[in-house]
């Protein structure tokens, strides 16, 4: 009966921790695999791959990181299944026209050509407010190598940004 109630228990705090990081982690599954469909599978195999670890994470204040370090794995893993770009250039058009202010388009249109390694960690750090560490922790690098790709992204993002919008002033 113990047992029972025990996994009772786990699966309780699994639902909850998971319920309340479910929008972040779909966020970053989104950014990772920018289609809205293969976000939401990446999400539920990530979802199911943690349940069947969940006895692993010991600390679960370190939650965030570890189900982000499991989605990240699970959309390579999808993606080394399908072999194929996952960019629809027409679903790229449509989210970007779902916005009204020119600028955020301009802004979400900038970061989608930014590289994988300095698009991921800003994504991390700006849309799920990630800190340094948890974004190593999940990357698996070192909080310097995230904080030197973190200011590269800027910098790349504000050189595309900025030279974009003076060609089209031109």
Same mark, same amino acid.
């Given at each position: 009966?113990?047992?029972?109630?025990?996994?009772?228990?786990?699966?309780?705090?699994?639902?909850?921790?998971?319920?309340?990081?479910? @929008? /972040?982690?779909?966020?970053?599954?989104?950014? #990772? =695999?920018?289609?809205?469909?293969?976000?939401? &599978?990446? *999400?539920? !195999?990530?979802?199911?791959?943690?349940?069947?670890?969940?006895?692993?994470?010991?600390?679960?204040?370190?939650?965030?990181?570890?189900?982000?370090?499991?989605?990240?794995?699970?959309?390579?893993?999808?993606?080394?299944?399908? @072999? /194929?770009?996952?960019?629809?250039?027409?679903? #790229? =058009?449509?989210?970007?026209?779902?916005?009204? &202010?020119? *600028?955020? !388009?301009?802004?979400?249109?900038?970061?989608?050509?930014?590289?994988?390694?300095?698009?991921?960690?800003?994504?991390?750090?700006?849309?799920?407010?990630?800190?340094?560490?948890?974004?190593?922790?999940?990357?698996?690098?070192?909080?310097?190598?995230?904080?030197?790709?973190?200011?590269?992204?800027?910098?790349?993002?504000?050189?595309?940004?900025?030279?974009?919008?003076?060609?089209?002033?031109?």
């Amino acid at each position: 009966m113990n047992g029972k109630i025990a996994r009772l228990d786990a699966r309780r705090r699994f639902e909850a921790l998971a319920g309340s990081l479910r @929008r /972040e982690l779909y966020a970053y599954a989104f950014w #990772l =695999s920018r289609d809205p469909q293969l976000a939401e &599978d990446v *999400l539920q !195999e990530a979802l199911l791959r943690a349940w069947r670890g969940f006895d692993g994470l010991a600390d679960e204040a370190k939650a965030k990181p570890w189900f982000a370090t499991i989605v990240r794995r699970e959309f390579l893993r999808t993606r080394e299944r399908q @072999r /194929e770009e996952a960019v629809d250039p027409a679903q #790229l =058009s449509e989210l970007a026209a779902d916005t009204a &202010d020119p *600028l955020v !388009e301009e802004l979400r249109e900038a970061l989608f050509r930014l590289e994988d390694n300095y698009r991921e960690p800003l994504v991390m750090q700006v849309v799920l407010g990630y800190s340094a560490d948890e974004i190593a922790q999940a990357l698996e690098m070192t909080p310097g190598a995230v904080l030197t790709r973190l200011h590269r992204a800027r910098e790349k993002l504000k050189a595309m940004f900025v030279e974009g919008r003076e060609d089209r002033h031109e």
